[in-house]
């Protein structure tokens, strides 16, 4: 059974500052993983997909990279601002399984203070 | 902004009822997943309807069900309301053509309706 884990649960950190969010999962065959973004009370809004063929995915500040063999993936963000305070959710897609199911981990909660 | 609508956003029920949430996707996008997410947790997959039929489910009971249309719109049924179902409900929506396991499985989330069970 695929779980995916995220460490940590919450981070607080000052305007500027480089940070990283990690995520694992304990079944190496999967055909993606997503990185979300999710605000309070709201929907998740898709950030980086990578596929499983793929090492990393990059979008502005945003760097994700992905190691099947070790079940890991990373989050990067550089430069962090107040407005990235969100929680930030890792998924996964199994090879084979239906395309719109995804595995979650709990999120890291995240707060960049000014 | 997002292409997939839900509603209702907020509604508060008793133990025991019955709710309908609705959700609306992009037009072309023929597969609709729902999630459950409880308050501090990460989303947890319900189903998944594609092309109006079932297609996977997650570990939820017969209690929950569904129903997809063809004018890309969706239902989700939750009978005999318990106090645990009270969570944010997700539907997400994607455009697959070729197989269900292909394509490049980006879903659109819509913003979620807040069930709380008293």
């Known amino acids: 059974k695929q779980e995916v884990t995220q460490i940590p649960a919450a981070l607080s950190v000052p305007e500027g500052e480089n940070l990283v969010l990690n995520c694992s999962f304990t079944d190496s065959a999967i055909y993606n993983l997503q990185w979300f973004r999710q605000d309070p009370g709201k929907g998740l809004t898709s950030l980086l997909l990578i596929q499983s063929s793929q090492r990393e995915q990059t979008s502005g500040r945003l760097n994700a990279s992905l190691d099947k063999s070790s079940g890991r993936s990373t989050l990067y963000i550089a430069a962090s601002q107040p407005g990235d305070s969100a929680t930030y959710l890792c998924a996964v897609s199994a090879v084979y399984n239906q395309g719109g199911k995804l595995i979650f981990g709990q999120g890291t909660e995240l707060s960049v203070k000014p | 902004e997002t292409g997939v609508t839900q509603s209702p956003t907020h509604l508060i029920k008793t133990r025991g009822q019955q709710v309908t949430l609705r959700c609306s996707s992009q037009?072309?996008?023929?597969?609709v997943s729902w999630y459950q997410q409880a308050l501090g947790q990460g989303p947890q997959f319900i189903f998944q309807y594609y092309r109006e039929e079932e297609n996977g489910r997650g570990n939820f009971p017969p209690r929950f069900s569904g129903l997809q249309f063809p004018n890309y719109s969706s239902e989700l049924n939750v009978n005999a309301l318990e106090l645990d179902d009270s969570a944010l409900y997700l539907c997400?929506?994607?455009?697959?053509?070729?197989?269900?396991?292909?394509?490049?499985?980006?879903?659109?989330f819509g913003a979620g309706s807040r069930l709380t069970v008293l």
């Open positions: 997400a929506s994607r455009e697959t053509s070729g197989g269900l396991a292909q394509g490049a499985n980006v879903l659109t």
């Open positions: 037009s072309g996008h023929n597969t």
